[in-house]
């Protein structure tokens, strides 16, 4: 689940990814390419980093679904406390994992290979996160689980934030409990922020 420019070259195949913003702005990072990949394009990430703004010091971020950890990335070089990569495909993660040891952040990251769905499901951790990141597999109507499953055990603190990537035209229906923030559309994809409000015990 960044800001980021992927070029394709005919021999390697291979992709980059490009911080845009931040302290590490304009730092690449390589991944073999992989039409399972669907890195967020760059004018949406812009568009996302503006409606969260551009300092994210002191915000722990769940990046689920990360692919290329774009989007956990441009979280770190924003101050990020603390970013959780959640990422099935091992290969995809030691390539996200290597390039935090790069950026010397490693002991502000936590990387879990392993299905998001899964994972989420056998949460019981007291952690809780102010902001995370939703970017599934398209046509498989993950989205809705997730958000139920994040509701019922709390895992965004309250007035925390939610943001998803989906295939546009999905008939995306938020609970009560989020209130959207801003939306937009681009392309074949649609962009979704909204901010989890928890019922008064």
Known sequence: MSCIIINEMKKDKRGEVRIISGKWKGKKIFFNLNKDLRPTPDRAKETLFNW???DMRSLNCLDLFSGTGALGLEAISRNAQR???VEKNKSYLQAIE???FSMDKKKDCDFICED???WIKKY????????????PPFNKNLIQELIEI???KRILKDKGKLYFEYEKGYDLKLPKEINLIKEKSLG???YTLGVITYPSS
């Open 188 to 190: 074949g994809k649609s």
């Open 116 to 118: 998001c769905l899964s």
């Open 98 to 100: 290597k390039a935090i």
């Open 52 to 54: 969260l703004g551009q």
């Open 150 to 152: 994040i509701l019922d």
């Open 124 to 135: 019981k951790s007291s952690f809780k996160y102010d902001l995370v990141f939703i970017d």
């Open 83 to 85: 970013v959780t990569f």
